[in-house]
């Protein structure tokens, strides 16, 4: 199925349809002055000088109109050889324009030597901290401009997008390591110690709450005899009140055996998570299992639904989204980026070793789509559009050609006459 030329918007008018009537007018206007000066030449000696500047100005006007008309169409309509070369080179043109960008600026190498010398991170800085009062209106318009594409981008194509990118990032992560070095960390500093005592005190809460369950269990496996002699309800009254006790001397005992053996598996537990494969591989699994959950999932799309809606709100209104604690963050933000030497450095490197990778992965896919973005062009419309941009220079040569052969006539003219 083919497709449809593409057309190109209209460039803003430039006046180039008025140099091209004052060309005209100045080449039509010699021609009559040369019809004149030659019936007038054997009145007086003064119209051959006048005849020579209008003969030679007529030849440099139409030498120009020529040139000038040769790039973009054919001359009167006439197939003369060498002439509409813009329609007829369009694609090679396109090449060349590409060719061109990866020669002189997508060359990992070029691309370097450019970055080394952009302070990408002061001139974000200094944006960030304070905004050039020009660019109030810039910065309204890219924030639009960012919320209508993210509009106009399939939501359910690029939340998949960003959610598989989550889900991969997720599950690339060693949890285990990282778990076990934070729980270690917290070990050596006691900062288990309150979670080890609000996990004694919940016990004894849920065992108080859900004593008939006990009741209930020590009842049913009793036998007959001990539940007509009542001895069930004791032996239920001393293991609650036994665990009750336990409970309770651990909270308040940080020596009590039990609790010291409690603090020796956290201990184990951190050294495993850090050294032991199989734990790994368990936290691994459990990892895995948790992401695969349909209530997990369910928390990353609100996750990605409300974090869209969030930035889409920032983005309709940036005013309102830079004032606040979140406008003072980037205006620290801004100030850090410029006063931290290491940082700013950090930040540079990083936006030069991207930009090189993006040339040396990307530049060939770039010079690709210009160049096929120049074939998909519409003939016609891509030479009315490039006539129409640089049309009124291109009048002016023409002016400028009939000026000078006028000129040149005159000169030679004289010089006949005195040799």
Known sequence: MSRAPLALPAPAANGARRMRIVATGLLVLMAGIFFLARSQESVHPAWGFVRAFAEAAMVGGLADWFAVTALFRHPLGLPIPHTAIIPRNKDRIGDTLANFLKNNFLIPGVVARRMKRVDVAGAVGRFLAAPPEGEGRIRESGTRLVADVMEALDPER????????????LRGIDFAPLLGQALQAAIRKDRHIPVLEGAIRWAARTLDANE????????????????????????AD???????????DMAVDAGHPVRLKAEDALARLAEDLQFDPVMQHRVADLRDELLANDAMRRWIDGLWESARAALLRAARDPRSAMGGKFGEAIRQLGETLQQDERLRTTINRFARRAAVGFSANYGANVVRLVSDTVRAWDTRTVTQRLEDAVGRDLQYIRVNGTLVGGLVGLTIHAIDLWS
């Open 158 to 169: 690029l939340g998949g997008m960003v959610k598989g990118a989550i889900d991969a990032r």
């Open 212 to 235: 008939h369950l006990i009741r209930q269990m020590v009842h049913d496996r009793a036998g007959s005899v001990m539940r007509w002699t009542g001895l069930d309800e004791t032996l």
């Open 238 to 248: 001393k293991i609650i009140d036994g665990l009750l006790k336990l409970l309770d």
